[in-house]
DNA sequence: CCGGATGTTCACCT
DNA sequence: GAGGTGAACATCCG
């Protein structure tokens, strides 16, 4: 999915909704609703609700509805949110900026007109009926040392592998993680639970002070490190040579010189 | 043509 | 139990 940058710019947007009233739903695609849900029970229960608010953890948004009801919206790599035909992001990496009706997964219309409709070309996100956060770990975007350290403790994984686990921090993607490790200057190769304390603190700024740049310049792929994610590509410190190899099941890349 | 890609989940290994 | 791997999803891009 976008990460958890992108999801906020997603939770901004539907803001929009709250107050509106729900006048019909459309779940074209089964595959696409989780948890057991099916469209029948949807159209059954959504219309008629008011949505009252939005709330997000990690890459999980949710939109909270009145009578206790909510809804939650994963995005995948490639999923994106529209409000009354509008996009908060127009364009995510590997995914164009086209809306083939086809690719429209879940809609919600609203009474007096507009509409939340997900767009997912590869069908790698969905929709949950009353999700929660259990599994989930601590935000990303307000990660206390605290919590860093009960997510690495006493593990033998890659640093990198952990940084991604969603159950022990929650909003982490690839490029963010890479952003991170590089800024931080850890090697994300390093055994999570060996790093210093020093160590520990120094990422623990660099998580919260990356995703807070990164809002601020516009999503996960504008880091100082992301042009330079490509075969051949150079350290944007140094001038080393990157290393790319697969950590935790992802493409990383980091720099071999000042990343220990 | 082929391989990968902002992700998650699950089965199946070691 | 802890980790790792590969598959699946479907489209775009180099």
């Known amino acids: 999915m976008p990460e958890l940058l992108e ?5 901004r947007l539907a803001e929009g909704t709250v107050g509106r009233r729900i006048a019909a739903v459309d779940a ?6 989780q948890g057991g849900v099916d469209a029948g029970q949807l159209a059954a229960l ?3 609700a008011v949505v009252a608010g939005t709330r997000r953890r990690g890459k999980l948004l949710v939109i909270d509805l009145d009578g206790a009801l909510a809804l939650g919206l994963r ?24 809306d083939e009706p086809a690719w429209e997964r879940f809609r919600l219309y ?3 007109g507009g509409s939340l409709v ?21 935000e990303a975007a307000t990660l206390t040392l605290g919590q860093l350290r009960r997510a690495l403790e006493r593990s033998g994984a890659p640093l990198k592998a952990r940084l991604l686990d969603q159950h022990r921090i929650a909003g982490l993607g690839n490029l963010l993680t890479d952003e991170i490790l590089w800024r931080a200057r850890l090697d994300p190769n390093r055994p999570a639970g060996a790093l210093g304390d020093a160590e520990l603190r120094r990422l623990q700024r660099v998580v919260r002070s990356t995703v807070g740049e990164l809002d601020t310049r516009g999503g996960s792929h504008t880091g100082d490190l992301y042009g330079a994610r490509v075969r051949g590509g150079r350290c944007p410190r140094c001038g080393a040579g990157l ?14 010189a000042e990343q220990r």
């Not at 999801?7 to 939770?11: L, N, P």
């Not at 074209?28 to 609703?33: E, T």
């Not at 995948?76 to 086209?98: F, H, N, Q, T």
């Not at 069908?123 to 770990?137: H, M």
């Open 110 to 112: 609203f009474d007096g």
């Open 75 to 98: 995005f995948g790599m490639a999923g994106r949110l529209l409000v009354d035909g509008s996009a908060a992001i127009e364009k995510l990496e590997y995914a164009s900026g086209r």
């Open 46 to 48: 959504l219309p008629g």
């Open 118 to 138: 997900v767009v997912d070309p590869r069908r790698l996100g969905g929709v949950s009926l009353d999700p929660t956060f259990d599994g989930l770990g601590p």
């Open 243 to 256: 290393t790319r190899a697969q950590v935790g099941g992802r493409t990383t890349f980091w720099c071999p």
């Open 7 to 11: 999801v906020e710019y997603y939770r």
């Open 28 to 33: 074209p695609d089964a595959w696409y609703l």
